[in-house]
């Protein structure tokens, strides 16, 4: 536990560091490689000796380093000079959209995935298992903004089932339940396509510790008391391959944020992906590096989380 | 072992079908570009042409012929995806022998390094380094092997591991064989087909994050990729454009993918169905 700890926290200095380090080491003056050269070239000659002293540019990459490491502490993720505000202030806006659409992703795929790698293993080199394998390995091994262009193409825009893109209709002037079913609406197709592409991890994962719970003892005796198959299927041997699916959620989850930066620009959504898009789009460096220390930062505390969850679920862990 | 091997992978059926697919898109891919009558990056007054005699797939919206950029961002994941393979496959089976043969700090210190690496997902990291340089092909090739190894190390540490337990290697060593000549003429070809599995691993990757990339448009514009064609299709989707650019793009990714999973999943079969250790990588 304690191991891991220090891994993450070790993961994300190595981002901090990379942040401070990738625009100061490339050739050329540093401000315009921190700040992008479209921005950094608006910028008046008042502004610019400002931000050279505030940074400390003049002086030796220590100090330059405490000075960054100041303001990080203090929250201060610099300004967005693409879209005239605070880094902070406009990854907030979209950091909600980004968990709310990875987070019902994440839950369907896993849940999906328990069951249908239960079932998989369960009916083990059946028909069945091999269709489930079949589906599965075909649709997640396509990159997942492939799978949101699909989808788009057929529900969005041939049969016209859900809205194109975005979150919410603008102007609607919804408020309660049909503000919920409009958000609800616009979710189904990003959420669907990072679903699908999340799914076959779960499947497999699950299907494999089912196998090795199959043969084990307790299955034989429960067999033997006469239980019934789906008390067996979920209750005895489903139960415990939920571990190594629980044990893996953040890495589940890191891999979900980074998928939600391809779907969300396909779907317009309003959320960090496509905050990202624009940023590297109008070379706004600063906002490109804010979005990705929140994005490592959510990804370290759903990793925290995660190993909590399966720390309580399981004794073994306990142990060592 | 690696002969009966490579012939055994024929026996399954999925690996057949991948390895036909496999070598026709790399003929396609490989001669394809040179036999084209258009320039793939030569633009055109005549914009959005419907597939016709002289324009197979069309044009897109700046009158570029959609077949010539199709076969050539082909060629671009190809590319790609056979730097990327070899490298992280070449990187994983070193630094996991590495690793596993040396053992005490070496081994601390590479497997540290690769769990720090992999707990912020490649992508992320990818992207950060390469919007700073908008890079070439060759570079791209090199950012991503860069974190491409990760994953394989485990495995080949894992392997050797195992494998240096077995009662030929005691011989071997009793024999006063060094460490290296234990490695390279035992250890080594033992890790062939998990090498195959390892490289195939990393060329689907490749693609997946070439085409990633450019479709987020952090590489270089002049680089012709699946990905940004994807991108500029979808720009354009609600014209029926999207029948002749968007699909067949989606299409030969789709299938360049399908040819390396199926050829992956058939040894994987394989393998496990000869008795051997079930090769076990984490999918990326």
Known sequence: ?320 | MSRRYSLSIVQQKESVVGIGLGIFLLMLFSVGPTLLSFDPGATSLTIFSPPSGMHWLGTNDVGQDIFSRLLTGGRSSLIVALGVGIISTLLAVTLGSWAAMAGRWADKLIMRTVDILLVIPNIIIIILITSYFRPSLALEIIIISFLGWLEGARVVRMQILTLKERAHIYAAKLFGASQFYVFYRHLLPQLFPLMLFLLLQGMRRAVFIEAGLAFIGVVDPDVISWGSMISNALKFYYLEVWAWWLLPTVGMLSLSLLAVTLIGYGLEEQSSRSGGKKINAADS
């Open chain 1, 1 to 320: 536990m304690k191991n891991k700890l220090i891994t993450y926290l070790a993961a994300f200095i190595f981002l901090i560091l990379l942040n401070f380090f990738l625009p100061r080491l490339m050739p050329g003056d540093p401000l315009l490689a921190i700040y992008g050269q479209e921005a950094a070239l608006t910028l008046s000659e008042e502004m610019k000796k400002e931000l050279i002293s505030e940074m400390g540019l003049d002086r030796p990459l220590p100090v330059q380093f405490g000075l960054y490491l100041t303001a990080l502490l203090h929250g201060d993720l610099g300004v967005s000079y693409s879209l005239n505000a605070s880094v902070w202030s406009v990854v907030g806006r979209t950091l909600p959209w980004t968990l709310l659409l990875v987070g019902s992703a994440l839950i369907l795929s896993t849940f999906l995935g328990i069951i249908l790698g239960i079932e998989s293993g369960w009916h083990k080199g059946v028909k069945r298992d091999r269709w489930i394998l079949f589906l599965v390995i075909g649709v997640s091994g396509l990159p997942n903004f492939i799978m949101a262009v699909i989808l788009l193409l057929v529900f969005g825009v041939q049969l016209g089932w859900f809205p194109l893109g975005g979150a919410l209709t603008p102007y609607s002037g919804w408020t309660g339940i049909q503000l919920v079913g409009d958000v609800a609406r616009h979710l189904v197709l990003p959420v669907t396509a990072l679903t699908l592409a999340q799914l076959s991890e779960t499947v497999l994962l699950t299907r494999s510790s089912m196998l090795g719970s199959l043969d084990s003892l307790y299955i034989r005796t429960a067999v033997g008391k006469g239980l019934k198959k789906y008390r067996i299927k979920y209750g005895h041997a489903g139960r415990n391959s939920l571990l190594p699916v629980t044990a893996r959620l953040g890495v589940s989850a890191g891999r979900a944020i980074a998928g939600a930066l391809f779907v969300e620009v396909v779907f317009a959504y309003p959320g960090m992906g496509s905050l990202t898009h624009h940023a590297l789009l109008s070379r706004d460096y600063p906002l490109l590096q804010g979005i990705f220390l929140v994005m490592a930062l959510t990804i370290v505390l759903a990793n925290i989380l995660a190993d909590r969850l399966a720390f309580r679920l399981d004794p073994r862990l306990r142990e060592d």
